[in-house]
């Protein structure tokens, strides 16, 4: 079983930044997909962004420019830079880890920009 511990959520000023880190714990597949979701009250969850094992990035368009991805593969661990960050960005932020036949989810850090 795998295992996702997120942290570095809080509250913070807009124009303010936080950054947070998941760290995966358990029987992992060296070849997956770490990502970050948010999911606002009332609203959908929605990708913020991911990274390959392999390094390669995705991002959702609202947070391109402000929001940086990064993972360290020794530490099974991936990380999320949030700056200029905005009262829209507040939300529970959830760390998922993909493999090719399973997905695992942590229990989510919450992130409030107040304005």
């Known amino acids: 079983q795998v295992q996702l511990v997120e942290s570095g959520g809080g509250l913070v000023q807009a124009g303010g930044s936080l950054r947070l880190s998941c760290v995966a714990s358990?029987?992992?597949?060296?070849?997956?997909?770490m990502g970050w979701y948010r999911q606002a009250p009332g609203k959908q969850r929605e990708m913020v962004a991911t990274?390959?094992?392999?390094?390669?990035?995705n991002y959702a368009d609202s947070v391109k420019g402000r929001f940086t991805i990064s993972r360290d593969n020794a530490k099974n661990t991936v990380y999320l830079q949030m700056n200029s960050l905005k009262p829209e960005d507040t939300a529970l932020y959830y760390c998922k880890l993909a493999e090719r036949y399973r997905d695992f989810w942590g229990q989510g850090t919450q992130v409030t920009v107040s304005s």
């Open positions: 990274i390959s094992s392999g390094g390669t990035t």
């Open positions: 358990g029987s992992i597949f060296r070849v997956n997909v």
